[in-house]
T-cell receptor
Framework: DTGVSQDPRHKITKRGQNVTFRCDPISEHNRLYWYRQTLGQGPEFLTYFQNEAQLEKSRLLSDRFSAERPKGSFSTLEIQRTEQGDSAMYLC????????????????FGPGTRLTVT | DQQVKQNSPSLSVQEGRISILNCDYT??????FLWYKKYPAEGPTFLIS?????DKNEDGRFTVFLNKSAKHLSLHIVPSQPGDSAVYFC???????????FGEGTQLTVNP
């Protein structure tokens, strides 16, 4: 069973450093999403790709954040000049584009990367 | 503004009884709703969903009810099992979008 995988699972970094996370979606899924989750809250949308095109970005995604999906398969999320407020769980999800008469919009999540900025 | 709200941070039920988790939303553009379950140190796992053209969807022990006029949905788990203990998130999608908007979550504890 090849679900969504994320690497690393945990990252501790010092304020001001750059970090990069990787996400490998379910192989046949053409949509890939990034969310961020802080303690006591639900996941918050950051951005999503359809194939290699980045179709939507949240206002939460400041200029220090950049995401890529160069070949329409795996994706990377980079945070530059990390701040303590960036400490969170970063979740990746994937899905098929909507299909069927009623539509099918389920997104399947990976285990997340927990970032701690000291 | 919190467009999806789960007003109960926690719920405790006895094994074998019904668990009812509630969710309210404010955005009239939401037309698809999902429930996810999350264990510690894992990502959310999809449970069940419902389109706004329906008012009920059932999958085994899990049933989701949608009341569009009240902008309210609920997840019923019958019978509840200790393995159901987890955080449950309600999520919603707008007609024209792909992003999911999540509630804050409800911690369900099923006691043996």
């Amino acid at each position: 069973d090849t679900g969504v995988s994320q690497d690393p699972r945990h990252k501790i970094t010092k304020r001001g450093q750059n970090v990069t996370f990787r996400c490998d979606p379910i192989s046949e899924h053409n949509r890939l999403y990034w969310y961020r989750q802080t303690l006591g809250q639900g996941p918050e949308f950051l951005t999503y790709f359809q194939n290699e095109a980045q179709l939507e970005k949240s206002r939460l995604l400041s200029d220090r954040f950049s995401a890529e999906r160069p070949k329409g398969s795996f994706s990377t999320l980079e945070i530059q000049r990390t701040e303590q407020g960036d400490s969170a769980m970063y979740l990746c999800a994937s899905s098929l584009a909507e299909s069927g008469l009623a539509g099918s919009y389920e997104q399947y999540f990976g285990p997340g990367t927990r970032l701690t900025v000291t | 503004d919190q467009q999806v709200k789960q007003n109960s941070p926690s719920l405790s039920v006895q094994e074998g009884r019904i668990s009812i988790l509630n969710c309210d939303y404010t955005n009239s553009m939401f037309d698809y709703f999902l429930w996810y379950k999350k264990y510690p140190a894992e990502g959310p796992t999809f449970l069940i969903s419902i389109s706004s053209i329906k008012d009920k969807n059932e999958d085994g022990r899990f049933t989701v009810f949608l009341n569009k006029s009240a902008k309210h949905l609920s997840l019923h788990i019958v019978p509840s099992q200790p393995g159901d203990s987890a955080v449950y998130f309600c999520a919603a999608k707008e007609t024209s979008g792909s992003r999911l908007t999540f509630g804050e979550g409800t911690q369900l504890t099923v006691n043996p």
